[in-house]
């Protein structure tokens, strides 16, 4: 029998097996890791149950995908609240477990983040950064309605070989 693939937030209780998935994303990495996964790996097992506690209160949600009781996926959404970044909600530390890729388990997971940031009202937009090198990241962006532009020196971002992309939501509301 088939496990069916659940999506949803993430909480104190994933703790354990979210860690043991971000320390699996870091595997055979030749780029840099993001900042954000990087100090969630740091704070340690013990320490990400804090992390995902601490995130609501920053504006930060993150998602799993589960298959039965296996973690196979999380990305994690931002909101910046500053002024230049209104309405926009950055996403980061998307990994989907090898076996998975390619499968609707990485489809179902950025649908629901942004299907939850449509129904939000105050996300506008979501920025999404991927390697220059990962041609299949860029096309699964693209696919889901991102579009390209080009990094800037200034952007949190840029700091290494990545392409930007955007997302212009709707919300449910104001598709009628």
């Known amino acids: ?15 354990s097996v979210y860690y043991a998935l971000r ?7 030749v780029a840099a890791v993001e900042a954000q996964v990087f100090r969630e790996i740091e704070a340690g097992p013990n320490g990400i149950a804090a992390k995902l506690s601490g995130y609501v209160s920053e504006g930060t949600r ?8 296996t973690l196979i996926a999380a990305a994690a959404l931002t ?3 500053h002024a230049t970044h209104c309405g926009l909600g950055v996403l980061w530390g998307v990994y989907v477990l090898p076996r998975y890729r390619g499968t ?4 179902m997971l950025m ?6 940031c449509r129904n939000d009202g ?8 991927c390697s220059y090198d990962n041609v299949a990241g860029q096309r699964f962006l693209q696919r889901l309605g991102f579009e390209a532009t080009t990094a800037t ?22 598709e009628s």
Request: one cysteine or more; hydrophobic letters at 30%.
């Open 1 to 15: 029998m088939q496990s069916l693939l659940q999506i949803r937030c993430l909480s104190e209780a994933d703790a």
């Open 23 to 29: 320390r699996r994303s870091t595997e055979g990495l």
């Open 62 to 69: 993150v998602w799993g995908a589960y298959s039965g009781d």
């Open 79 to 81: 909101r910046e609240y």
């Open 104 to 107: 609707p388990a990485s489809r």
């Open 111 to 116: 649908e629901s983040i942004i299907d939850d």
């Open 122 to 129: 105050d996300i506008r937009q979501i920025r999404a950064s």
């Open 153 to 174: 020196k200034g952007d949190a971002l840029c700091d290494g070989p990545l392409g930007m992309y955007y997302l212009q939501l709707q919300r449910h509301s104001d």
